[in-house]
C-alpha cells in the first residue's frame, strides 16, 4: 500500500462453525482478515439446521482443531453456550462471557479480548455491557445492530457494525462501492458480519466472493482483523 491510510476493513463470523473454513479460503484468497467469535462449550456438537425453509449443516470443530483453523485471523468470544444475555443473572453473564474468553485463550495461545453478543435481534443492553465494563477482560463487543455507517463506533463493548451481509446483500454492495471510492480525510471503518453457514442457504459464496474481489487489494486501505481495527495504530 502507498499513500495515506485512513480507511479499515474488517469482517466478524459467529458460532464457529465447519464452513468457517471455506470461508477463511476465501479471505486468504484475497489476502483479508477476519474474527471469529466461538462457543467454547460446544466444541464438537451440531448437526442439521434449519434457516429459511432450507436444511443447512451447523456442526462446530474439536477444540483440538481451533489454532491451526483460525491461523492468521483473531478468534474472540461468543459465550459457552450461545445464551441470550439480557436474561441472565450477573453472575451467569461473568461465567458464560469470561469462561468461554479465558478458554479460548488457552487454545489460541494468545490473550482473547474480543466479543460478539450471541443471539439476534437486540441481544444487549445497558446492564450487559456494564458487566462486560467491570468484570471482564473483554475490550471490544459487537452487537447485531447496524449502523449503514464508516463511522467508527466509540462505544466500543456495544459496537454496531456497518452491515449484516445475508440480509442485506444490496446495502453490502453499495456501501462497499462507496468505501472503495472515498476519499476519506477522516478514519473511516467499513465493518461486515455474519455466520458463514448462511452461504449454504441459497449457495451465494460466489456472491461474497464478489465482494470479497470488490473490496480487496486498494491502496489506501488497511485490512485486519477486528482487534488490529478497533484497537490497533494503522492510521498513517
Same mark, same amino acid.
Given at each position: ?34 474474527? !471469529? ?46 445464551? !441470550? ?64 455507517? !464508516? ?59 464478489? !465482494? ?25
Amino acid at each position: 500500500m502507498s499513500g495515506k491510510i485512513r480507511k479499515a476493513v474488517t469482517f466478524s463470523y459467529d458460532d464457529g462453525v465447519t464452513q468457517d473454513q471455506r470461508l477463511i479460503e476465501l479471505f486468504d484468497k484475497y489476502h483479508l482478515k477476519a474474527t !471469529f467469535n466461538l462457543n467454547s462449550g460446544l466444541f464438537n456438537t451440531g448437526g442439521p439446521m434449519q434457516r429459511e425453509e432450507v436444511t443447512v449443516s451447523h456442526v462446530r470443530p474439536r477444540a483440538c482443531e481451533i489454532a491451526g483453523i483460525y491461523a492468521g485471523h483473531e478468534i474472540a468470544a461468543h459465550t459457552l453456550t450461545h445464551p !441470550f444475555l439480557p436474561s441472565c443473572d450477573e453472575e451467569e453473564i461473568v461465567r458464560q462471557v469470561e469462561g468461554d474468553r479465558e478458554a479460548l485463550s488457552a487454545l489460541c495461545g494468545y490473550e482473547v479480548v474480543g466479543f460478539a453478543y450471541p443471539g439476534g435481534g437486540v441481544n444487549f443492553d445497558d446492564r450487559v455491557a456494564d458487566v462486560l465494563r467491570r468484570r471482564t477482560g473483554v475490550r471490544y463487543a459487537r452487537t447485531t445492530v447496524s449502523s449503514y455507517s !464508516f463511522e467508527p463506533e466509540r462505544e466500543l463493548l456495544t459496537l454496531r457494525p456497518s452491515v449484516y451481509h445475508h440480509q442485506e446483500w444490496d446495502a453490502l454492495f453499495e456501501m462497499g462501492r462507496r468505501f472503495v471510492e472515498l476519499d476519506a480525510e477522516r478514519p473511516q471503518v467499513f465493518y461486515v458480519w455474519g455466520h458463514a453457514y448462511e452461504f449454504d442457504i441459497h449457495n451465494t459464496w460466489s456472491r461474497f466472493e464478489e !465482494f470479497l474481489r470488490m473490496i480487496a487489494g486498494q491502496d489506501g486501505i488497511f485490512y485486519g482483523t477486528n482487534r488490529e481495527v478497533l484497537l490497533g495504530d494503522w492510521i498513517s
